[in-house]
């Protein structure tokens, strides 16, 4: 729990210290590119997985209506909370360092300017861009969510209103659709999954059945609800999905 605390406050300390350097970030990236580029490409990324979700639930053989999956590209533009910043994109457990002076994020290469919960996120789905993302013990991950709200709120006091609760929600969905569609579609392309003898991870499919779980939650699009569980159950029967186990962390392996 510390360290998971710990992340929690660097990724709120990187946010609140990044909160004024949009114009100098964006400059740079700019700069060092020959081709026009967007400093937040997760509104691109939702756009396109549109469509592929749509392939998916055809390769599980479960039908929806056209269009079913449309309410992802909205997605940015329903945020209620306006609180972006500088984000390092890949914020999971094996690109930080921890020494005695607490944690320190690394590995910026993805970095971006987004809204700063689809960072808050990574504890609620949790980690949707990581190899390694074990399931997190509950209240581990609600006291690291508690401590990056209270030291964000220091320049965003608008985390702990409701407004942000349904922001926090919208971005958990979300991530769990997209997260889910690039780990089913390795699947449904036959991709190798990779193996790792030192650091295992978790089963690709047991990965997508706990997105899939997630979006079947549906508090903020309860729209998709439906075809998640369907989708959940296909990829339950088709690849023998089971639940994703805690992390090692939380069974004495590491801490």
Request: glycine fraction near 6%; aromatic fraction near 10%; charged fraction near 20%.
């Amino acid at each position: 729990m510390t360290t998971l605390s710990g992340w929690a406050a660097a990724v709120a300390g990187l946010h609140v210290a990044g909160n004024d350097v949009r114009d100098a970030f964006e400059a740079g990236v700019r700069a060092r590119s020959s081709e026009p580029i967007e400093v937040d490409y997760l509104p691109g990324q939702l756009a396109e997985v549109v469509v592929v979700w749509t392939r998916l639930a055809a390769a599980l053989g479960v039908t929806v209506p056209h269009g079913t999956f449309d309410v992802l590209a909205t997605v940015p533009a329903r945020f209620r909370v306006d609180a972006s910043s500088l984000s390092a994109a890949d914020m999971c457990p094996d690109n930080n360092l921890v020494g005695d002076a607490g944690l320190v994020v690394l590995d910026f290469e993805f970095a971006l300017w987004r809204p700063i919960v689809w960072d808050a996120a990574y504890l609620t789905v949790p980690w949707p861009t990581c190899w390694c993302a074990w399931s997190l013990e509950a209240s581990s991950a609600q006291h690291a969510l508690q401590r990056w709200r209270d030291t964000v709120a220091v320049a965003w006091p608008e985390v702990h209103g409701a407004d942000f609760d349904h922001d926090l929600d919208l971005a958990t969905e979300a991530w769990a659709w997209l997260a889910g569609s690039w780990c089913l579609a390795d699947l449904v392309d036959g991709e190798p999954q990779r193996v790792n003898p030192v650091k295992p991870m978790p089963r690709m499919p047991d990965r997508v059945l706990r997105f899939l779980r997630t979006a079947a939650a549906g508090r903020a699009l309860p729209e998709l609800a439906d075809v998640a569980l369907r989708l959940a159950r296909a990829v339950e029967t088709t690849c023998a999905a089971a639940d994703v186990p805690l992390a090692p962390a939380f069974g004495g392996g590491f801490r």
